[in-house]
């Protein structure tokens, strides 16, 4: 549906996490796939993340939804925004695929934006990448370079950044993208009534995967090693805590992740969880692994849910992880792998799993979970 005019190899080498670019015309004849009526209709459901973000007497404003009304955007310097749209809307969703020349684990979520002219969220710097892409109307962005700035809250409402002097300073037409890595300074006011689309791909930092990691160990070990004294002599300063017992406290907290494998059953769960909710319709009842085959020889084709993340490892590839949870395809990691690799499943799938009845029984507890359904 939304085809990307980009040299990717050019943008790996030169721009990804590197600098900042305008891909004019990066989506040729672009339609938005959803239209203001409906973001505002998502924006009153308590499942979805939504905020109202104003300009008004020279202060900044933010509210979170749901919302039952939207006078505030009948006018000037006000955006409506929408988190995980791709989550909620399946023709959304179709702007997220050109950019899985990036592995899957990196993305985060589709954000829309609907502004009033004026509109935006003011300056501020990001800690993910991100390519905007702009939709109806114009939009005017302006980028900084990588640099120290100091940041404060706007009025309690949002996080902002000092003035910044712009590297980029451009007027987005529809179909255009700007690409933003983490760290620079930006923002973007709407010329006239404007949409834009964010594609933002996440990295944790390390005070997150600690934090995750000590979560999964709690959760998951029963037995845990204790630190033991090794060789203990009389102390001439008992005050001091000497070397070898460092290292062994050292020792046993590096332990449980002595090597990168052993890290695989937490990071497969953790980065494979959905950040925000998701649009889950569990089958009922639920489908017997006939129906499937039935539906599969009909020519159905299955859809991966909108934000759903699926995983796999090249050191372990006989482990799935699909929404926090972990399966097991061995014998058929082909199929399971199939199943991260791809957003949509048809009949070419069939052989795949034709000769092994675990692919179909574990395809068809996926579809009953919601994960996958026919289009």
Known sequence: M??????????LENYWQKKPLVIKNGFSHFEDPIMPDEIAGLAMEEEVESRLVYKKDAQWHAELGPFKSFEQLE????????????????DAQELVRPFRFLPN????????????????????????????????GKRHWRVGAQEKLREFSANNALKHCEAFNAIIDVEL??????????????????????MNYSVGFRAPDQNDLLSSFADYCLDTTEEVPRYNDIDMQVREK???IETPELNELHRIMLAKCETPESLIPWFGCMISEAKHELDIAEIDPPHTEQEVQS???????????GGLRAVYFATAPD???INGEQFNCEG???????LCDQDEIGSEAIELFDDNPDALALFTKLVNKGYWYVI
């Open 319 to 321: 482990l799935l992880f």
């Open 105 to 136: 684990w990196r993305i985060d979520d589709l954000m829309i934006s609907y502004s009033t002219k004026g509109g935006g969220v003011g300056p501020h710097i990001d800690n993910y990448d991100v390519f905007i892409t702009q939709g109806l």
């Open 238 to 240: 008992p005050g001091q």
């Open 75 to 90: 006018k000037e310097n006000t955006s409506l925004l929408i988190q995980a749209l791709d989550h909620w809307h399946s």
């Open 2 to 11: 939304f085809e990307l005019n980009l040299d990717i190899s050019d943008f």
């Open 332 to 338: 058929f990691t082909e199929f399971g792998h199939y």
């Open 173 to 194: 037409e529809p179909g255009d993208i700007l690409y933003i890595p983490s760290g620079y300074p930006h923002e973007g006011y709407a010329v006239e009534p404007s």
């Open 295 to 305: 539906l599969f020889n009909d020519g159905a084709e299955f859809i991966r849910l």
